[in-house]
Every structure is written in structure tokens, then in C-alpha cells.
């Protein structure tokens, strides 16, 4: 088995990509509204999930992921994961400290 | 037409006699450009090992500087910088151009291919790049040691590097950041390899343990070595810009250089062991005539060494500074680490027992191996338990313990990969007697070196310090003695793989009786295409029908 | 699925198939793992910054919001919207190619470099600007109170004028305080943040468009078919990726600050 038969799609259509690609324009706007209301703590966490969203929708849809192999799809999430991992027990380690530096 | 249905070709050596050999990856075209330019896995194989031999030695040279001036207490031998000088050259060359490239640019380029029935790996020119790359940064790495060298350690530790150090820093980093490159590379090409060129028959669980190893090694490779490239990249930043990322003074905070740097040299040391554990298995099992013992779990064992190689970085940095909850966390998750490699070493005596054992020189190497891995891996258990590491961090027991497992460890299993697949990749065996002999003499000489070391460390020696108090000298003298029985055990495969390459008995495909494809399916050395036909897996690798009765002589 | 018996030399095959593998399909297949592989090591190089990122931010928020406010977020944002119109066009002649239309494959390929071109024009203004109140890295600017001055009479409708850098205290002047002080450092350690992400993000735009005008090329040259399309898929690959980093830029450096007001 040297390579999986996994079925070559057919190109998505017109209409799915330049709905993404209106989606992400809305989405934009949507995230520099966001940015000048002042929801406290909460800006940083709805920025980033606003951009986790149209990143997914650039993954899935413009770069064909949602019809990709499984392989694939597991270099995505470990991406991810280890970028998490990195970014995260980096800060826990600043965040734990109780004493500012 | 020989038996394997492999081409010939007469050969005029305007002798009497007319011999015809079979055309072999080696013989078929011998100009400079087909070896230079080549797309073959095997011949850029045999080019990454004359270049890694040679950082070896440089290398080597280093550290005979370091244990010289450490014969005699007092700073009598070099200058305190020239010896700093000395272990940061020792370092950075034996890790980024002789460790991390070893097993898998060499023995993986090599044998990975022929282990799984593809004709080369997935990118050929991809491959001839990345050995290309390496040449590059060892260049401009050699030029950075011959402009004066670089005195910062190997680590690199911020504000030292990115301000305040005289040494050529920025060339260093630079050779660094391009030598990356090829590490990246090779383990991409390896991955998408194995993903997406194994043999018909030949599923995830049937390919060799050596494989699987490989593989795991290059996922680590392309996870880790882009964040190093960017930590010394800010380095080069901090030192031609003059800013502080990283500089306190500047609002800049070293420990997050060391975050960073870690985050990608934790798992380089499971970069620099893994393809070993997975080649040991393989010549144990081929060695000892039997089928492994626990095969998924060894498997399994690769991939979660690699997974969990990330998550511990900062039980380098216990003394840094760290919160107490994150230093307790990466303890523990430390601990958690040892448990595969601890089930790979119950795995290997369990194959050997009741084996049909035999000592050619690559099982003296394992057998040697699994002593000293033990050793490497339990005492890494007293350095990540925090209260003891208060005490040896940056002492010679942690010299001792990395070298257990870099040189005990991975330098044994490279040498058991070197003289297991010698007869594939020339086609010649060499003298065992020589073999075992020098084996014998790089474990005598190994111990003698880094054993007193865990007793320096124990009674507080530090590391990188030119000198020490007097009481410490006998142990030191020990050190330094047993350093010189080293060096000699490690050039005499020199002489004895030379005359083997010239003048030893021919191997056959399958001297030593082994079960994978790259032994059953190509001949010795392999054809240019490694396969006459594609081969078809039909079964785990490692049965040994009957072939335990065996014996190999020669 | 290969012959059992596969002969290694069969010349019947595709012009387009490498000699190593065994179809077409199976070629494809690896080289596209091969590019998201190589994406995956992009991901974790970018990422190291943005970890250098988080840190930063989060040890000195008020002072990396304020200085989120010298950068334009109008120019910002002009730049997302071009680079996600380039993603759209990259799209497109990834499905040009698909289905056949080599010279649309050509003509979107083209598009998707001039709006990359219009992103790096941008991104030349802001850097300029960024040039003349003193902010790019360097040893001897950074000059954070002289950019806070600047902004000041900028607000205030002095149009573009810069302050006269006589008139401005030095950010270690020790007048102004060691709280001042704390803050340029601080602030500094933000713009460091902001050229190096975003150089490197716009270096691997440059890169990009030479690929890219490479593929585009052999689309012309009719280099490509429905059985043979990987390189325009690889550069597709590449290029969103390139988007979805900015995706991520805009707002972590530019944003973090709008709730503050000007």
C-alpha cells in the first residue's frame, strides 16, 4: 500500500469560494469592531478565536484540508498542538510565579 | 546474470582475467559529478558519513583540549577563554554536525529505502539539498572557529551570547540557523517516505523497529528545529541591532531565551538517541535469531519517547528562576519520560533470552549499549528530581550523565548500525577480531573517562571551569587517561574498515542472517535501483523459520 | 496499486512521473504531505516569535497596548483584506489548473502577485512612517518618546509634521523618570516584535512571488493538466498559509490597543 486511495475530489465551486472568501471579509470587519469595544479581559480571547475561525475556514476550504487525507489532517492538529504546547507551558511558567518580574 | 536477477558488467582491468561484477550503486559510474551531483539515498548517505567523521574528529580534538588542561588543577594548559573556547567547539560541533546527522543522515539515508522497498526516498534532490546545506553551515560554523571561536557554551545563555561576549556569536548562529535547515529537511523527506512509499504488504506494524525509530526521530526534527532557528536568530538580532530582547538592562528577559532554546534542545537529545534505540532492536533481534519481545509496545515506546520529548524542556532550567509549580510540573512530566525508554531495555533483554546469541561485533556494541544506556537513563532520574538537581546542576554529573547516553548511547548504537550494515553498503565484511577488539577498547576507555565524572559532579565539580581544587585531581587523572584510551579505540575502525573496504572477504546479501528487506531483497552493495523487482510483504519482520539453527562463520 | 512483478525500468509512464515512484497518484500524494509537512515546520518557526510575543505582552500589557496605537489600523487592515483577496485569487488558479484552464491559472497566479504587491506597498508606508517618528530598531532609534510626541501633535491636527528631535527628551534621560524608562524599554521590546514578525512574514512573501511567477510560467507554457497540477496546488498550500499568518498578525499587533481609544 503505498499510497491511500483516497478519491480526488472535484474542484470546489466557484460559488464556495468566493463565499469563503466573503465570510473572511465580514470576519475581518467584524474583528477591528471588536477591537475598539472594550469587553476587558475578554478582547484577547474573542480577537483570537475571530482569527482561529477564518484560519480554519482558509484551511478547510481554500487549502482543501476538509477532502484531505487522514495524514494530513494529523500534521494540521499537530501543528497546533505542539504550538500550544510551547506557547502555553512557556507562559505557565511566568504566569505561576507570584512574584512580578 | 546473478541469482537475484541483477545486471552485469564485464570489467577490463587489463588483467588476465576477466571478472564480471554486478553493477552495484558504488561501480556504476565513478566521475566526481555522479558522486557530487547524485540523487542516489545511498551514495549522499556515504557523503554525510566522510563529513560527520570529520566533524567527529574535530570534535574529538576539542575535547582532548579540555581533558589536557584538566590532568593538572591549575590553568596551566590554554588560557581560561581559549578553554572555553575549547568545550563550546566540543559541543556544538559533536551535537549539530556529528550527533543529530549521524544515525539518520547516514545509516537512515541509507538503509531507510531499502527497509521499506521504495527505490529512493520521497525527494531526491530534496535530499542532495539538505547534505548541501550541511556543508554550508559547517563552513560557515568553521569559519566562525577559525576567526577565534565562540566562548559562550553550546548553549548559548542570553545576555552572555546576545551582549556581552567578544566571540563571533553572530557567525555561529548563522552556521547554526543553515545547518538546521538540512535536519528539517531530511526528517520531512523521511516522513512523507514512510508515509506514502512502503512496500505493497508492508503495514505500520510490519516495518522494522529501526523505522519506526526513524521516523519519530524526523517528526522531532521538523517540530523542534525551527524554534531554535528563530532563538538564535533573536540573538543575531540582539547583537547587530543592539536591542534587548533578551538583555534585562533592556527590558528583555534571558530565561525566555532559555525557554526557547530548550524547547528545541530537549528534544534534539531524543534526535541524537532515538534512531538508536530503534537500530539496536534490529540487530538484537537479528543477533539473538528471534523475534523481538513486545514489538507494538516498542513501537509505541518511539513515538511516545518523541511526543513526550517535548513537554519536559525546562528541567534544564531548575535553577533559572523558574515558578515552583512549572518546575514541579516539568519534574514529574520528566520522571514520565524515562518509562518508555525503561520499557525498551526490559523489550531488548527479553529478546536476547533464550536466543540463539551470537557476539559479532555490532551485538558486543548493543549488549555495551544497554549497560550503558541504563546507567545514562537512571541517573538523568536524580537531575530531574529537583531537590538533587539544586545541588548537581551544572556540576560533572551532568557531563557524566549526557554522555552516558550521547556517547555510551548513541555513539555505541551508531557504531553497531556502522558495523551491522558495513557488509550491505560495501559489499565486504571486515576482521572481526579488529572489530570486537576496538569494541572492547572504547568500552574500557569510555568508563574510565565519564564514570569518575558522576563522582566529580557528586562532590561538586563544576562543569566548564578551567580549573579545580587540588583533592579532585586523581579522579580528573582518571578521566583524562581513560580520554586517550578512547581516542584509540575510535580510530582503529579507520585502519580495519580501510582494509575491508580494499581487501575483506565479500559479504554476500545476507551474511549475518537478517529477516528485513534490506538484507533479503538486495544484494551487497545494492544495485543502483536498490530492487530488481518491488518487493511484497507478506509477513512481521523478525520471524526466524527455523534460521535460529544457523550459524554464521566466517 | 503496483504490479507484484513491476519491471524497474517501464518507460510507458507519464512525462510528469518521477522515476522513484510508482503513479502518478502516489507521487501527488507525497508531494503534498511533503508541503504540509513543511508547513507544519513553518508553524512552530513563526510560532517561537509569537511565543516571545505572549511573554512580553503578557509581563507589560498597558505599555504593548500603547504602543499597538502608533501602528495604522486602517493601513493595517487594508493590508488583511488584500492579502485575503490574494488568497481567493490563489484559489482560484489552484482550481483553474484543476479543471484544465492553463492560461486562467497563469492570469490568477499574475493577480495574486500584484495583490502581494500592493500588501508590501502598504506595508513601505507604514514602515516609512514608522522611519520618520523614530520607532524601527536600530542602534540609535527606538525613540519612543520622540513617536509619543509625534502622535501627540498628530491628534492635536499638526498633519504630518514631525517634533523637532532637539526639543524632545532622550528615552534615557534620566528627568524623565525610571517609570518612563521601564516603558521605552518596554515599548521597544514591542516594535522589535512587530519588524521581526512582520519582515519575516513579508520575506516569505518575496519568496513566494518568485515561486510563484516560476508555476505561473510553466501554466503558460501549458506545463500542467487535470492529471498534473501539484505545483500550482503546492504554491496554493504555501500561499494561504503565508495568509494565515497575517490572519493572526493583524490582530495580536495591531488591536490590542483600539479599546484604549487615540
Known sequence: ?101 | MTSLGLQTKEIDHGHSHEVSEPVNYLNCDHSFKSWLLSLDHKRIGLMYLVTITLAFMLGGIMAGVVRLELVTPKGDVVSSDTYNKSFTSHGVVMLFFFLIPSIPAVLGNFVLPLMIGAKDVAFPRLNLLSFYIYLLGAIIAMTALLLGGVDTGWTFYTPYSSTYSNSYVTVMAIGLFITGFSSILTGLNFVVTVHRMRAPGLTWFRLPLFIWALYATSVVQLLGTPVIAISLALVGVERVLGVGIFDPRLGGDPVLFQHLFWFYSHPAVYIMILPSLGLISDVIATFSRKNVFGYHIIAFSSVAIAVFGFIVWAHHMFTTGLSPYAAMVFSMLTFSVAIPSGIKVFTWLATMWRGAISYETPMIYAIAFIGLFTIGGLTGLFLSTLGTDIHLHDTYFVVAHFHYIMVGGAILGYMAGIHFWWPKITGRMYSEFWGRLSAGIIFIGFNFTFFPQFILGYLGMPRRYHEYPEELQVLNVFSSAGATVLAVGYLMPLFYFAHSFFFGKKAGSNPYGATTLDWTETSSPPSPHNFEKTPVVTEEPYIFHGKEAAVVSH | MSAINQSVHDHGHHKDLAHHFDSLEQQHDANTLGMWAFLLTEVLFFGALFAAYTVYRYKYPTVFEEASNQLDITLGAINTAILIGSSLTMALAVRCSQVGSQKWTGHWLILTILFGCGFLGVKYVEWKHDYDIKLMPGKNFFHWQYAKEAKKMHAHGGGHALPDPNKVPKDDDPELGVKARLESEQARLFFLLYFCMTSLHALHMLIGFGIIVVIAYHAYKGAYSPEYYTPVELIGLYWHFVDIVWIFLFPLLYLLGAHLGH
Not at chain 1, 472535484?10 to 474583528?31: C, D, H, K, R
Not at chain 1, 489532517?73 to 507562559?91: C, D, N, Q, R, W
Request: a neutral charge; hydrophobic letters at 55%; glycine letters at 6%.
Open chain 1, 1 to 101: 500500500m503505498a499510497s491511500e486511495n483516497h478519491a480526488h475530489h472535484e474542484p470546489a465551486s466557484l460559488v464556495t469560494y468566493i463565499g469563503t472568501f466573503l465570510a473572511l471579509m465580514v470576519l475581518t470587519v467584524i474583528t477591528v469592531i471588536a477591537g475598539f469595544q472594550n469587553f476587558g479581559v475578554w478582547n484577547t480571547p474573542i480577537a483570537l478565536g475571530i482569527a482561529v475561525t477564518k484560519a480554519a475556514m482558509v484551511v478547510l476550504i481554500f487549502m482543501h484540508a476538509y477532502h484531505s487525507s487522514p495524514v494530513t489532517k494529523l500534521v494540521i492538529v499537530a501543528s497546533v498542538f505542539f504550538l500550544v504546547i510551547m506557547i502555553g507551558m512557556t507562559l505557565s511558567d511566568y504566569i505561576s510565579r507570584g512574584w512580578t518580574l
